[in-house]
């Protein structure tokens, strides 16, 4: 119920009020109303202010915006899928709420920054965006599972030539590199590969995996 009903107050008090708590824009737009035409009506004040700063789109406004609208690259899929359900609510006034959610739903999956989990769920069909938001994280988790490469792995150790190590320039540099790779057809890129740095001389080789232990004699 308005504050002046409440309160019992007649309608050019009510306007007072009004003007009292207006400021900014608001309060210029107050002036030109009542400067044009001093006896303007509380009602008519509220409905050109609610008209000039409401912020809400007229249905057909909205039925575009949510047409072109995507989801930003710092947007997460939550805050996404809450600002199109905004946008349909406004879109669709009159429609029954089943086709709302049913544009809600596609409008999710055709802008979701992620085009192959959007393709995934919106031809599952769902009829409820809390199912859309669980399908894309469910899809993104285990596209990203099985599909994302293996970091490189790069370790150095070092050995002497000699039993006794008598200067750095005696030590010596191994790099193993982890190659593997999965589905290879080449065993070297299957295997962890070492480049071995003897004297200044480079020698590749290949570690045997199968084995729980590696062993590298100190003469090589």
């Known amino acids: 119920m308005r504050y002046y009903q409440v309160k019992h107050l007649t309608l050019d008090i009510a306007k007072d009020y009004l003007c009292w708590c207006l400021e900014g824009k608001a309060s ?6 009542v400067a044009r035409n001093q006896a303007i009506g509380f009602q008519e004040i509220l409905n050109k202010l609610e008209k000039r700063f409401g912020g809400v789109p007229l249905p057909d406004t909205a039925q575009v915006q949510l047409a072109n609208s995507k989801q930003k690259p ?3 899929i939550e805050d996404w899928a809450d600002r199109v359900m905004r946008l349909s609510v406004r879109a669709f006034p009159e429609l029954p709420e089943e086709y709302m959610y049913q544009q809600a739903v596609k409008r999710i999956c055709h802008g ?7 393709q ?6 769902l009829d409820s965006v809390e199912q859309v938001i669980d399908k894309i994280k469910s899809f993104q988790f285990n596209h990203q599972s099985i599909y994302d490469k293996p970091k490189k792995e790069v370790r150095e150790i070092y050995f002497s030539s000699d039993n006794a190590i008598s200067s750095e320039d005696e030590i010596t540099t191994v790099k193993v590199r982890k190659l ?3 589905n290879s057809s080449n065993p070297e890129e299957s295997s962890i590969m070492i480049h071995i740095l003897v004297h200044g001389i480079t020698v590749n080789g290949i570690i045997d995996t199968a084995s729980e ?4 004699s100190e003469k090589v």
Do not use: H, P
């Open 180 to 182: 593997k790779q999965q």
């Open 120 to 125: 995934y769920v919106v031809n599952l069909n």
């Open 74 to 76: 710092e947007e997460s």
């Open 28 to 33: 210029e737009f107050y002036a030109l109303m």
């Open 112 to 118: 979701c920054i992620d085009k192959e989990a959007g």
């Open 213 to 216: 232990v590696t062993l590298i």
